[in-house]
């Protein structure tokens, strides 16, 4: 018989949830909760990380095929007790007995999900369908990272949650966005089908520490180009916008739905909505003042317009952002400055 979610949204699963662990319901429970972190040593994942490493009750197990992460991201939890770093890539079968499945693992960037397009559909499809006959076998609860791109270019301003959508289905970057969209169809699948607790966060553009410095995404080039002196590359026509999440109130708000009673697909970003000429004055302003702003040609597909609208993460998460741009800059401006070992401003 079908049976609501406890959420009220609108999906119905037809099984009961597979049973956790004996463990959960022992009279003297002393096990940690134990958690799964796919694609842990790369930025959102390691600061994931750090975040549940702090609570004591914690195990961390991380996977990760280390494509574009790093095993420096993890440094200080290696050989901690509560935690496990093993080099694993998602598209085979994993078997650990876990608690929670936070399932990261996929290059985020343009520029690293288009250097091997099919690897990037199998990572989110068969990559996913693994994680999710994980969570079926050992009764995990699983959440995905999904993507602000799953609204393709959107023709709905800001995006909510409801609308669906409008993405090449055949363009250079439907390996990543398409890829996104089966993973959460296959999510929404087991937890009808098989009655897995899913969750699934659309993250919108998120920065911080610890991103890839020849990473590509546009805010790690501003920052990089402007310590280097570099002209900052502005790709045409520069009035394309994407709002920009802090890094810490990202993971706040992954924990936040993990822990919460609702399915999603929820929207977790800043609303902040900046041009990218914007973000290059931005940048230029507290960085670097003497920097110069080139227009350098643009990819194809690439979406003009970008904001989230956080209704639903507001109301059912009692989520909302925190760090504004001028204050998220100059800590990943830190960051960088230690890694290119650029230390004083010019
Ligand atoms: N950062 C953003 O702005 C953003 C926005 C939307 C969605 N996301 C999603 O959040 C997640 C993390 O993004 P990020 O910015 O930290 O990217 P990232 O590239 O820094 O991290 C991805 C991690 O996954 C690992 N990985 C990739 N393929 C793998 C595979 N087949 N098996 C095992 N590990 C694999 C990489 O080595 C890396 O450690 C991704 O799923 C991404 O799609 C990120
Ligand atoms: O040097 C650059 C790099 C990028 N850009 C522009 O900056 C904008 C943002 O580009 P990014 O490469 O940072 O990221 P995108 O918004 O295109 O994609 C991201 O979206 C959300 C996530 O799923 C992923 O992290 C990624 O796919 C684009 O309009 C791009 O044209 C520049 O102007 N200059």
Redesign the pocket.
């Known amino acids: 018989m079908a049976r609501e979610v406890a959420n009220g949204e609108n999906h119905t699963s037809p099984k009961p949830s597979p049973l956790p662990s004996p463990l959960r319901f022992s009279k003297f429970f002393q096990s940690n909760m134990r958690i799964l972190v ?8 390691s600061h994931l990380v750090d975040k549940l490493m702090e609570n004591e009750k914690n195990e961390v197990i991380v ?7 790093s095993k420096d991201n993890l440094k200080k939890w290696i050989g901690h007790p509560r935690f496990e770093l093993i080099r ?4 085979e079968p994993l078997l650990v007995e876990v608690d929670r499945i936070y399932h ?6 343009p520029i ?1 999900y288009k250097y091997n397009p099919v ?1 990037t559909i199998k ?1 989110n499809v068969i ?1 996913t369908l693994n994680m999710l006959g994980l969570a079926k076998r050992v009764g995990a609860r699983i959440l995905l ?5 799953v609204y393709g270019d959107p023709l709905v301003h800001p995006q909510n949650e409801s609308y669906w959508g409008n993405v090449n289905p055949i363009g250079v970057r439907s390996c ?1 966005d398409e890829g ?1 969209r089966v993973a959460e169809t296959l999510m929404f699948d087991y937890h009808r089908q098989h009655g897995i607790e899913i969750r699934v966060a659309r ?5 911080g520490p610890r ?2 410095i020849d ?1 590509g ?1 546009v805010v790690s080039n501003f920052i990089a180009q402007a310590i280097r002196d570099e002209p900052l590359t502005v790709q045409a026509p520069g009035t394309q916008t994407r709002s920009f999440c802090y890094v810490s109130d990202m993971v706040d708000g992954l924990i936040r739905l993990m822990e919460g009673d609702h399915t999603g697909p929820i929207n977790i970003g800043n609303p902040g909505e900046f041009t990218m000429l914007e973000l290059a004055e931005t940048v230029k302003e507290l960085i670097n003042p003497n920097v110069k702003i080139s227009m350098v040609e643009n990819t194809p597909d690439d979406p003009r317009q970008r904001k989230p609208d956080i209704s639903k993460a507001k109301e059912l998460l009692g989520w909302e952002p925190k760090v504004k741009l001028g204050d998220g800059l100059p800590l990943m401006e830190d960051d960088f400055r230690l890694r290119l070992e650029k230390p004083n401003k010019p």
């Open positions: 796919t694609g842990g040593a790369g930025f959102i994942g996977a990760d095929n280390y494509f574009t992460g694993h890539d998602v598209t990261l693992a996929c290059p985020a960037s690293f690897k990572t990559g990272t999904s993507t602000s791109e990543y996104k993250i919108f553009n998120t920065y991103m890839n990473d995404r």
